[in-house]
């Protein structure tokens, strides 16, 4: 069973694990999908517990989530809901396999790339939100896997949540665009993380782990990788700080995760760009 099953980390997902029993949930399902689909909002109790009861699943894959990081900051209540209730609300009703896909938000960006162990200090409600929940994943009695990631990036038609998105529509338009060069991160390509959590799945492995792509760089950089690879013109990329956008919540800045520790337990390697991005620009 996926919650958040339609968004942009859901439908790569839902592709990798199309010969398989799926049922993929989502508060609202789109009107083209119909088999193996079911509308479910995770704050409400009664409609997760009639949801899992009805399907029984062996593992839940966590997608769910308000993610919307400046949204959360407007409205904190909504955001404890979806990202704390809602995961409790799961965890009373389930006990199997239990995916939590959290984030580098739950740190404060002052000495990244971060491992496992390091401390963690969210700025802002969403980074707190999903703290919490990864609190309580961690206290359930479920056989759970948390997985944390960042800048996760797709292309894709239906889903516009993305970065890369945002800079290939943009400068195709010949839009100018602003984008900051002092956050720093290793961005993941939606493909590559759902092939990390194909493999959690079929691993008997339990505890925290970090993913992201092999690449540690800044925003404005990743902008100008995107623009290079898809043959578009990079000058209409010009940079800024952080600090001018004035944004209601705080970003960590000097962040990104490191996957050493998932690269060994599964015997997998991180993802480089530039290898993503080509596979993105050969298939579009």
């Not at 949930?25 to 509308?39: F, L, N, S």
């Not at 792509?213 to 990788?225: K, Q, S, T, V, Y």
């Not at 578009?232 to 800045?253: G, H, W």
């Not at 000097?254 to 991180?270: C, F, W």
């Amino acid at each position: 069973m996926i919650t958040g099953a339609f968004g942009q980390l859901g439908t790569s997902l839902r592709n990798i694990l199309s010969d398989q029993s799926i049922l993929a949930t989502g508060r609202m399902v789109p009107v083209e999908e119909k088999d193996g689909c079911a509308e479910l909002d995770i704050i409400e109790p009664n409609q997760v517990r009639e949801t899992i009861a009805s399907y029984q699943p062996d593992v839940i894959v966590h997608l769910a989530a308000m993610t919307d990081v400046d949204g959360c900051e407007r409205d904190p209540e909504l955001a404890f809901d979806v990202n704390v209730r809602g995961t409790e609300h799961l965890l009373n009703n389930f006990n199997g396999r239990f995916i939590f896909i959290s984030t580098d938000y739950v740190f404060d960006g002052s000495n990244g790339p971060y491992a496992e162990e390091d401390k963690v200090n969210p700025l802002s409600v969403y980074g707190r939100t999903k703290l919490y929940g990864e609190d309580l994943v961690q206290r359930s009695d479920a056989n759970w896997v948390i997985l944390r990631s960042n800048v996760v990036f797709s292309f894709q038609e239906r889903t516009k949540a993305s970065f890369m998105d945002w800079v290939v529509d943009s400068l195709k338009n010949r839009q100018s665009i602003t984008v900051v060069d002092d956050q720093w991160n290793n961005p993941t390509w939606t493909v590559d993380l759902v092939r990390i959590i194909s493999r959690v799945m079929d691993h008997k492995i339990q505890g925290l782990y970090h993913y992201g792509g092999r690449d540690l760089l800044n925003r404005f950089a990743f902008a100008e990788m995107i623009a290079e690879t898809f043959k578009l013109d990079r000058t209409l990329i010009e940079p800024i700080d952080t600090a001018s956008l004035n944004q209601p919540a705080k970003r960590p800045l000097k962040s990104g995760l490191r996957p050493e520790k998932i690269e060994i337990d599964l015997s997998v390697e991180a993802l480089p760009l530039q290898k993503a991005l080509d596979a993105i620009y050969s298939s579009s």
